[in-house]
Structure formats: C-alpha cells, structure tokens
C-alpha cells in the first residue's frame, strides 16, 4: 500500500496552525508576550529530529499562521496545509466543527488541544480526529457527576442553562444524569441561536436571567460557555445562591480581565471543568520542563523563566507541548508503513499516556481524546482567580 500524504521514506510532514505576535497585533488584540507558536514548535522539531525523528523519520515543519475568527480563516488554514503544503497530520486551535475539514474532507489525521466530541468523531471518516483535552461530552458528563458526587445540587432547586451549539450534549448527557439523581430542575433556560447581533443577544439572555429569577432557583448550572450568563447577571444586578459551570474558560483569569466579570459575580461560583494543573504542578512536571528547556535552548533571547512566567503562558506551552508529543507517539507506534488508517490504530493502541500538563490521560478504541481528568473549583478573592477544591478527579469513562 502507497504511504499516506506527507510521507515519504525518510521524512514525515507535520502542519501546525496557530497566532503569532504579528498576526495579533494586526488583528488589534494584546500578545499574551508568551513564546510564537512557530517557534515552539522548531524548537521541538529540530531536537526531536535529533534523536531520531518520529517513526523514524525526519519531521518536516509547516506552520500557517491562523486567528480562529471564524470558518472562513479556519477553512482558508486547512486547505493551505491540506493542499498547498500536503502536510500529513495537522495540529491547530479550531473551534466548534471546523477541525472536520481535515477530518471529514481532506483525509489528514488532526490533533487538537480541544474540541473532540463524540458527533465530530463520528463524522471524522477519513481521518482521525484526536484532542489532548477531555472530549466535549466526556468533560459535561465528568462534570457535573463531581457536581453530584460532592452533594452540591442536592436538595438545590436548579434553573438549567445552555447555548445552542451544546443543545445534544446537554439533552443527551447531562439532563439523563440529573433526572438519575432526583436533582429538582425547577426551569430550562435555553439560549437562542441569534447569530452574531451582540444587541440581540444580550436581549436574549437577559430574558434568560428574568425567567431564572421567577423560578424561584437557588442554583444556576451552565453546561456552556461560561462568560455570556455571568455578564447578564451582572448587567441584570441578580445572582442566585449558587453557580455551577462545566467550562474551563472559567478557570482563566483573563476572562474577568476581558469581559469586566466582577469578583462579587464570581464568589457564588463552583467549576467543575477538565483538570486545569497548578503552576506548581506544570513546575513539576518533566514532560514541561524539558520542553521548556528545548525552546529556551533554541531561542535564549526570549527564554522562558519557569519562576516568572504566568501560569496562562505556562498552560498554553503545556497544551502545544502534549500536542507534539500524541503526534510523536502514535507516529512511533505505528510503524515503517504510515497509513491513515493504520495510524489510527496506532493510537487507540496507545492505552495510558504521560503527555505534558496532564495529569491523567489515555486513548483507546473509540476514544480520541487524552484527558481523564476534572477538577472542582472555587472563586478566591483574595487571589482572584479559582483555585481547586481537591486533587484531579478521575473521571476514564
């Protein structure tokens, strides 16, 4: 059988999508002064090639700069990867269904640090779609089971929230789990598809908020995304006695940076999203720290102080860094001749893995996506930020 795209006896080609500063500055948005995508990724390439590659064979890098501003620019980097540098997998930061393009259409295998579910699964015919981070209905359902488990919906009168383009995983998933556990849902609050009118959706969450509120519910739960209900109940001034999210966009103190979300907005909330490692814990792990040390090592004008560097810079190196390594193993394990589907297979062969910033982790037949891993968080003041209530959860299912 003929080697896959991006293949050849010696070599291996490897696409990556992602900002650099230029790219963001020219779109008007802060770099976060952490390292360029590109230039982690050279720093990795380049020493890995010198232990001998992956699968025996030298990687080749090609980098599209890309902002996830819509399906348009997501759609313009997957063919310009796909098609213009035939790379043979791909590594990004697309959104929602946009990763399909790789998957569903061009027959090239993507790694993700977010966004599996089991509907893009499914849809990923041609090509496997994997992701560092817990799949989406994965992370719903480990989620609120902790909710559960840690007795925080237990007797609580619940107003249910959610946004459309999680309408299946929360019918599917989540409203299963609390009518399993006799959790009181006093009122479903939905919101609309309004497309990208901010005048209009703000009109509609807050007529969320005024339903929530007549309800008589001591407790919201948002299996969504976390900022848009948190600014409504700002801008309404009511709050009920207890939030609980399922987000992890939660756990990133830019949000409140960004979208004006006051500390006393946040002290009723409880997260319990994917595990989100402290810096202590990314400080401490091997996997990081020498993929720190290969860039710095690479690029020591704009080395990376591990005593210094912010947990959100340190978070994101991990989540490239775990990226680089699936890609490294499955292409090891798979073997002299690389197919598509034999790559495949190589991955759901892997079992338990040990990748940079997870704690907990695996791949196997029919799941795609590495972490096993949640957290319960609560909002600090003190530190403003959400801090976790214990350690990782396991959460393999």
Not at 32 to 38: C, E, I, L, Y
Not at 117 to 139: I, N
Not at 258 to 286: F, H, N, Q, R, W
Request: glycine fraction near 10%; hydrophobic fraction near 45%.
């Amino acid at each position: 059988m003929a080697p896959a795209q991006g293949v050849t006896a010696t070599s291996i080609t490897l696409g990556v999508a992602g900002t650099d500063p230029a790219q963001l500055e020219a779109a008007g948005v802060q770099a976060d002064n952490g390292p360029a995508t590109k230039d982690l990724y050279t720093a990795w390439i380049a020493a890995q090639n010198k232990t001998g590659g992956a699968g025996g064979r030298q990687i080749q890098f090609a980098f599209q700069p890309f902002l996830p501003t819509g399906p348009a620019a997501a759609q313009a980097a997957c063919v310009a990867l796909s098609k213009d540098q035939a790379v043979f997998a791909a590594i990004g930061i697309f959104t929602g269904d946009t990763p399909l393009c790789f998957t569903q259409t061009e027959g090239v295998p993507y790694i993700g640090l977010w966004g599996q579910s089991a509907d893009r699964d499914a849809k990923s015919t041609k090509a496997p779609f994997l992701a560092v981070e817990m799949a989406d209905d994965r992370q719903r359902k480990a989620g609120v089971q902790a909710l559960l488990d840690q007795g925080l919906l237990k007797g609580r009168k619940v107003a249910l929230y959610w946004e459309a383009q999680d309408d299946a995983v929360t019918k599917n998933v989540v409203k299963p789990l609390l009518q399993a556990a006799g959790v009181d849902v006093v009122a479903e609050t939905p919101l609309a598809n309004v497309g990208t009118d901010q005048s209009a959706q703000n009109q509609a969450l807050d007529t969320v908020v005024e339903k929530m509120k007549s309800s008589g519910a001591d407790t919201v739960l948002n299996t969504s995304n976390f900022s848009n209900i948190m600014v409504a109940f700002q801008r309404k001034g009511w709050l009920p006695q207890q939030i609980l999210a399922t987000s992890q966009q939660a756990l990133s103190t830019d949000v409140m940076a960004t979208t004006g979300i006051t500390p006393a907005t946040m002290a009723p909330l409880t997260v319990a999203a994917s595990y989100a490692p402290t810096k202590a814990e990314l400080a401490a792990d091997a996997n990081l720290t020498r993929c720190v040390q290969e860039y710095n090592d690479a690029f020591p004008g704009s080395a990376v102080d591990m005593a210094k560097v912010s947990l959100e810079i340190l978070s994101g190196i991990a989540h490239q860094c775990a990226a680089f390594e699936l890609f490294v193993q499955v292409t090891d394990k798979v073997g002299a001749n690389i197919t598509l589907d034999g790559w495949r297979t190589a991955a759901e062969g892997l079992g338990t893995l040990n990748l940079a910033g997870v704690p907990i982790g695996s791949l196997g037949p029919g799941k795609h996506s590495v972490g096993d891993a949640v957290g319960v968080y609560k909002f600090d003041a003190s530190t403003s930020q959400m801090l976790p209530t214990g350690p990782a959860i396991a959460a393999t299912k």
